[in-house]
């Protein structure tokens, strides 16, 4: 909270990755922060990602060396982090005749393979698809593939541990906490903020402002810091399609489009795959963005113009849509457009200064954070050094290969709960999956269940430790038990947190 004179030093907008980076970062180093956030933890962009942890391959076509040599060094960094909600994905990217040729797609790889500072990751190999398992749910045409390492990320669960570590180390989060105006005076800070659950309204004192408002970075220099103009953001919206598991194996799929574009097919949630995306100028409201009929069209002819069985209508459970926040480079369409992240500065220590944040990935959400939290040291003085290289997130205290052992640790520990529900709590909350299951010998000691097996104990541990106030917050954030959660659970689990909340205010 605010320190000393009652002001804090750092008050950031957003509770996405990148505000969450900064917060967990600038709170580390000993300043003393505010986050607040107008939804939940992760309801802008960062809940609707592809949810690779990646270079980038794509982008070396582009030229956007810097971000993938950047972005691929991180892997690993981020995956030693969180090994329990991060974790490597081998890609099958099958050769395509009369698309990209294969001399080039095998450069770029190696490039791949050389500038990312890979050490656990295993290289690319060639496969030959009509012998290899990988190749068996293709289409019989294709002869050749080649697989290479990237990591894959529960992107909602990233932003909440963030947020968790940020305020571990004294921060404060509000979320559905919206900044209605930030004005300044003698290099002071005033920003009002509006409780949207209970319409109240408070003031915040800070030195420094941090934007980090993604999609609605614009907006908030717009509407809250008052400018007449800001047009620095290119909105493009991705969708995503989920359908009933497409194939058995563990590899995902790198398919090339024949209008230039990607897609990937990835396994999700067990019993599902994963199909995205898309790349549309937007320019309505961020929070709106839904998937199209032709976005949906779109990604079930290029699955099926790989897959032996064709993807259809009938195989969709689910669909999400986000909107990029790309910093705009005037390029011509929306995939070229530039996915490296820029930093403005405007004002100096006296006057107050603002960091605006445009642009960013998941991937590169740490190196971003250091990135401004440089800035800030020129503005308010240095406090502490880097530390998030080398650190973990709440529940990632182990190494990046002992997963299965720390689900063998907890079925020890818990030799009367079943092993797939003890994987996912792994998966989820990593060494903290304890503090959910205490002495538990049985399920029913767990409270009641809402379906699945979400039980009231997980709810209750979310709720205190990780800001979920809604439905939506628990079965589609925290968790992607939405997709096995039935419609009257629903309502029971709804009613069971508006009580939880009603508790809290009072
Ligand atoms: P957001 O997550 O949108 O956070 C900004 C927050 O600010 C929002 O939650 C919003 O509610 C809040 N806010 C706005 N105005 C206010 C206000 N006035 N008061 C309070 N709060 C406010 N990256 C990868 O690394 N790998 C991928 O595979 C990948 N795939 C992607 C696929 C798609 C389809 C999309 C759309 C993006 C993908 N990205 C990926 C990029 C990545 O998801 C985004 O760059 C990143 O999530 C942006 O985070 P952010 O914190 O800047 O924005």
């Not at 396994?267 to 790349?279: A, F, N, Q, S």
């Not at 939290?373 to 003085?381: A, S």
Request: charged share 30%; hydrophobic share 40%.
């Amino acid at each position: 909270m605010a320190k000393r004179d009652n002001i804090t030093d750092i008050f950031v907008i957003g509770g996405g990755v990148n505000g969450c980076g900064i917060a967990r970062d600038a709170a580390g180093r000993g300043y003393s922060v505010f986050l607040a956030e107008m939804g939940d933890l992760a309801s802008g962009t960062s809940s609707a990602a592809t949810k690779l942890i990646h270079g980038g391959l794509r982008y070396l076509e582009f030229y956007e060396f810097r971000l993938v040599h950047e972005a691929l060094a991180e892997r690993e960094v981020l995956w030693a982090m969180a090994p329990h909600i991060i974790w490597p994905m081998r890609f099958v990217l099958p050769h395509h005749k009369g698309l990209r040729p294969a001399w080039f797609l095998r450069l770029g790889l190696f490039v791949y393979d050389h500038i990312g500072a890979r050490k656990l990751l295993p290289p690319t190999r060639t496969l030959d698809l009509r012998r290899s398992p990988f190749g068996r749910p293709l289409k019989q045409g294709y002869k050749r593939a080649f697989e290479y390492s990237d990591c894959w990320v529960d992107d909602a669960r990233l932003v909440a541990l963030t947020a968790r570590d940020a305020a571990d180390k004294g921060a404060v989060v509000r979320t559905r906490t919206k900044v209605i105006s930030a004005t300044r005076e003698e290099g002071i800070w005033t920003i009002r903020l509006q409780d949207l659950e209970t319409k109240l309204r408070g003031t915040v004192k800070a030195r420094l402002l941090v934007n980090a408002a993604g999609p609605w970075v614009d907006e908030v220099i717009r509407d809250v810091v008052g400018r007449k103009e800001a047009q620095h953001v290119r909105l493009v919206k991705g969708s995503h399609i989920v359908v009933r598991k497409l194939f058995d194996h563990d590899r995902s799929y790198f398919f090339q489009n024949k209008d230039g574009r990607i897609i990937f097919a990835i396994p999700y949630e067990r019993d599902y795959t994963l199909v995205g995306t898309t790349d549309i100028d937007y320019t309505t409201d961020p929070g709106q963005a839904r998937i199209s009929d032709e976005e949906r069209d779109y990604l079930l002819a290029a699955a099926t113009e790989y897959f032996e069985k064709p993807v259809t209508l009938g195989d969709i459970v689910w669909t999400y849509s986000g909107v990029r926040p790309l910093f705009n480079d005037h390029k011509g369409k929306a995939q070229e457009t530039t996915r490296d992240y820029v930093l403005t500065v405007e004002g100096t220590k006296d006057v107050g200064a603002l960091v605006n944040v445009f642009g960013g990935k998941l991937t590169t959400h740490r190196r971003l954070s250091e990135e401004v939290l440089e800035r800030i040291e020129k503005l308010l003085g240095a406090k502490g050094p880097a530390w998030t290289k080398g650190s973990k997130l709440p529940g990632g205290e182990f190494a990046p290969t002992a997963f299965d052992a720390q689900v063998e640790k907890l079925n020890e520990q818990y030799p009367s709960l079943a092993d797939k529900f003890l994987r996912r709590l792994v998966r989820q909350y990593g060494t903290r999956a304890p503090k959910i299951l205490g002495t538990a010998k049985r399920m029913q000691d767990l409270g009641d269940l809402y379906g699945a097996d979400l039980t009231q104990r997980e709810v209750d541990y979310l709720f205190d430790q990780e800001w979920a106030r809604t439905t939506d917050d628990v079965l589609w954030r925290r968790t992607k038990l939405g997709l096995r959660v039935g419609a009257s659970d629903r309502v029971r689990l709804e009613a069971y947190l508006n009580a939880r909340w009603e508790r809290a205010k009072r």
